[in-house]
Structure formats: C-alpha cells, structure tokens
C-alpha cells in the first residue's frame, strides 16, 4: 500500500474520490486547484457603452417609469422620428438609441441683422472697449461723467432763468468764496461752461478712468477733489486780496469760474509721474502744451484767462510733483 508523507490520509482519499481522473507523473499525483468561478455576463443594458458615459444614462430614462431600462441594446433597432436626431449622434455612444427632436436641441442665438452690415475691421476691438468708463470697473469716472451730462443737458434745454441762478450760486468767484466758499467749491466741479460734454467724456476717458483703474474709486476722487480746491484757492485769494486793495474792480470778482479742468488736471499729472524715463518727459512736455494751448485758444487778454491758466498750471503741478511722489509706491488694486 502506497502511504504519502505529512499528507492526511482522508483529506486525500476525499480529494480522490471527487477527482477521480487527476493525472499522474513519473508516478507522482498533483493536486490541481479548481477553475476559478465565470464572472456573471454583462447586462444588455450596459453592453458596449462606454463608462463615461454610463452616468449620462439618466437622460434617456423617462421620469414616469423608474422601472424602464436605461438604454436599449445596441443590437436593437430603434425607430426614428421625422426631423429627430439619435442619441447616438450626439453622446458618441453605439448603444444610445433615443430620439431627441430638433425642438430639444439648442440652437445657436443669430446675431443681429446691423452686426452682420458692419465689415468685421470696422468693429471695435475689445482691448479698446476696455478703455470706455463703465460702472463696473470705473464707478466713480462713469458716475462724473453722467452728472455732467444732466447739467450739460439742464444747461441746454432748462430755462435760462433757472440755469443763470445755478451757475451763479457755483461759481467760484471772489464774491462768492467771501459769502459761502464750501457751497461754491463743491458745485462749481459739477458743471461745464461750454456745454459740451462730449470732448470732456474723451479727456476722462484719458485722464481719470486710467488712474481710477489702477488706485481705486476713493482715492481717484480725493485726489481729483483735492486739486479742484487747491487750484481754485490758489487763484482766487490773490483775486481777492487785489479787489480788497482796489486793484481790481468790484466787478472782477463776479465773473463765471465753474468747470471739472482743475480735477482731471491734477490726475493726469499724477499718471505722468508715474511713467519712467523718456515717456515721463513726453508726459510733462505734453501736459505743459495742453496748458498753453487752453490759454492760447481763450481770450489771453483777459483776466478770467490768467487766472484759468494759474489754475491749471498749479493743478497740473500739485498732481506732478505732490501727489505723484506719495502714489508711485501704492501698489496696484487687485482685479
């Protein structure tokens, strides 16, 4: 009789018993392990669809029917409908078979009938519409601009009667920095002499909106407001004093001084002191002409030009060589 070492008698008579053909070398027997279990077929249902498409399955299920399969098989012929497109189509996937009709999908918006008569080279680029004021990344140049635009529009259609009285309590005049200095300060930057608001819209554009994008709303209007007075106490006290001594007339100390020139001056010449090497010295050189040629264009003759002029040499400056200095090492706002 034929006895195994360290091998259980039973445990090898039962293992022989169920395997009673297990085959024999060199009059040795092997164990052999049993075949591994089938792994359970794949549903028709997911059958050939990809898995990343797998969680888009719910589109095809309808709300009404939990129990309705997913997707159909892909062997299965699914009828489709006049002007439908198959799923198939649209998912990538062989086994979608739903229908989807011209009414589900999303059509692309048609652009305006004026859009398509303009030539493409005539539109505006979008780096330059990034230059306009807007309320969202220049509030306070936007909202200037459209309080400009109603005095602009009172001072055009209102009653004189009533426009006269306004611009007369604004102005900053000697006769009125003596009597109520703070009203007239205020108001007098809210409004135009001229009228025309379109040109100043161009020179915010420039002047202020720039500086408003890189330092910020608060501080864009304290430094525009802080040249506006300075500049205007600076050329009125001396107007003042001459009127006090009778120098001047009486009558000097009531002509019209309003406008915005002061504000936008002094931010412009905080944006050329920001520039470096030879750009700066255009930017002075050029600010120093747009000075000259305000006052060349008037009616240099005159009083009101000399002071105006004063008063947007010293607004120019103060923005230069005050504000310029203290504004080059604030870092840029955050976008």
């Keep these: 009789m034929l006895t195994l070492a360290g091998v259980n008698h039973s445990a090898f008579t039962a293992a022989l ?18 075949d591994p279990a089938p792994r359970p077929a794949r549903s028709a249902a ?29 062997a299965s012929t699914a009828t489709t409908q006049a002007g439908g497109t198959p799923l198939a ?15 589900d999908l999303v059509q692309p918006t048609p652009r305006p009938a004026f859009l398509a008569a303009v030539p ?33 529009l009172l001072i ?49 554009a420039i002047a202020v909106a720039p500086f408003e994008r890189r330092f910020g709303g608060l501080r864009t209007a304290l430094v525009f407001f802080s040249g506006h007075v300075l500049a205007t106490i600076a050329t009125e006290l001396p107007v003042m004093a001459l009127i006090h ?13 309003i406008g915005v020139s002061y504000g936008f001056l ?17 930017g002075i050189v050029a600010l120093e002409l747009f000075v000259i040629g305000v006052y060349v264009t008037d009616d240099p003759a005159s009083l009101a030009s000399v002071v105006t002029v004063l008063g947007h040499a010293c ?21």
């Design 245 to 257: 001594t009778d120098v001047l007339p009486h009558s000097a100390g009531r002509w019209l001084d």
């Design 156 to 204: 055009r259609f209102g009653s004189s009667k009533l426009t006269g009285k306004l611009l007369a309590v604004s102005s900053t005049d000697a006769h009125n920095m003596a009597r109520h200095p703070l009203t007239a300060l205020l108001t007098s930057a809210f409004w135009i002499a001229d009228g025309g608001w379109l040109p100043y819209a161009v020179i915010f």
């Design 120 to 152: 493409v080279s005539w539109r505006p680029k979008r780096a330059w519409l990034n230059l306009v004021p807007s309320p969202r990344s220049t509030p306070f140049t936007f909202g200037y601009l459209v309080l400009l635009l109603g005095t602009s």
């Design 46 to 74: 997911t059958t050939g669809t990809p898995r990343k498409w797998r969680s888009l399955s719910w589109l095809c299920t309808p709300a009404s029917d939990p129990t309705a399969p997913i997707l159909e098989p892909a």
């Design 17 to 34: 018993s169920q395997n009673p053909s297990m085959p024999s070398h060199s009059g040795r027997m092997s164990l052999r392990e049993p």
């Design 266 to 282: 002094t931010t412009a010449g905080v944006l050329v002191a920001l520039l470096r090497g030879r750009a700066r010295i255009a």
């Design 89 to 103: 189509d649209v998912l990538g996937s062989p086994a979608a078979t739903a229908v989807l009709t011209e009414d």
């Design 315 to 335: 607004a120019a400056h103060f923005g230069l060589l005050v504000w310029g200095p203290r504004l080059r090492s604030v870092p840029r706002i955050a976008r």
